[in-house]
């Protein structure tokens, strides 16, 4: 089921995916042709599938510049937002969310063209379930993943992380305002929700679940991280320690100048999805060089 949408780029509807029963909702654009690959894009805590269609600029959209492009975007809502808030209202924790997940995206390909392939665009919570459903994608459907402001270990303290009360300090999440284009806060109301319950508690244990995850990683990965990244530590050594640890076949560690933590959103953000859009292009052209040859007629 699609609907046209407010405050949203031309082109822009809503989406519901059948993920096994769980309803889970979203935001859709398609090229004018046959889409090159299908970008799937999860939204990090505290957000919704609005954080990749930003308004307050129209360089900021992901959805707009991939469609122009010649992808398909698909930005999901998590479960535990969106549609699927009411049936799982104290949410999920990631195994679950994984699971949904894949549930949801067989029911987006049944319908939909999906080109090359599923590559997957994260931030933030949302490259935590990017790392976990390709750990889990046992049929090896996807591409590859572009994670940003998501590392293994937090800078943040113990007292910054969310709770019931906040979604993590404004700071940790934002950066410098002068960061992001003007009105970029009056736009963003909309697109942010409160964390459920089960996501939270699941927040301090990352840098225990991150080795077994990232382990099972078995397709290309890029990381990037902005120059004013706050909530993690990204030091080289440290990314150096986080990138042994996946058994991704690649793996690509970026720099983002002049971005705070949500980098989606700010002035940097079209820089950004253009890197990533290339990584995709990177990630087709690869998983085309070791298909197998056609046979000589």
């Known amino acids: 089921m699609t609907t046209p949408t407010l405050d949203a780029s031309p082109g822009v509807r809503r ?16 090229p004018e042709g046959p889409p090159r690959a299908a970008v799937v894009a999860l939204h990090g805590g505290g957000m919704s599938a609005g954080y990749f269609d930003g308004q307050a600029h129209p360089s900021t959209s992901l959805l707009a510049l991939g469609a122009s492009l010649g992808y398909t975007v698909l930005a999901v809502d998590r479960p535990g937002y969106g549609d699927s808030a009411a049936q799982l209202p104290e949410g999920a924790t990631l195994a679950e969310q994984s699971a949904a997940l894949h549930a949801g995206l067989e029911d987006f390909m049944a319908r939909y063209d999906t080109g090359a392939g599923l590559f997957v665009l994260a931030h933030s919570y949302g490259g935590k379930l990017a790392l976990t ?8 459907r996807w591409l ?10 937090y800078a943040a303290t113990a007292e910054q992380l969310p709770n019931d009360r906040r979604h993590g ?13 003007p009105n970029t806060f009056r736009f963003s109301t909309s697109m942010v929700k409160p ?9 301090a244990r990352w840098h225990e679940i991150f080795p077994g995850v990232a382990a099972r990683v078995r397709v ?18 440290t990314v150096a320690d986080l990138t042994s640890r996946l058994a991704a076949p690649r793996v690509l560690v970026d720099r983002q100048p002049d971005t705070g933590h949500n980098i989606s959103l700010g002035w940097s953000a079209r820089a950004y999805h253009l ?10 052209a690869q998983r085309a060089s070791t298909a197998p040859a056609p046979a000589r007629v």
């Open 220 to 237: 290309p990965v890029r990381l990037t991280f902005a120059e004013h990244e706050t909530w993690w530590h990204h030091d080289e050594e």
């Open 144 to 153: 590859g993943i572009d994670i940003s402001g998501c590392g293994h270990r």
């Open 133 to 140: 459903a390709a750990a889990d994608d046992a049929d090896d």
């Open 169 to 181: 300090h404004w700071t940790l999440n934002w950066g410098k305002l002068s960061l992001y284009p």
């Open 195 to 203: 964390m459920p319950p089960r996501e939270r508690q699941e927040v």
């Open 275 to 284: 890197r990533a859009l290339a990584f995709l292009e990177e990630c087709v």
């Open 15 to 30: 989406i519901t995916l059948d993920a096994a029963g769980v309803t889970l909702s979203g935001l859709l654009i398609e």
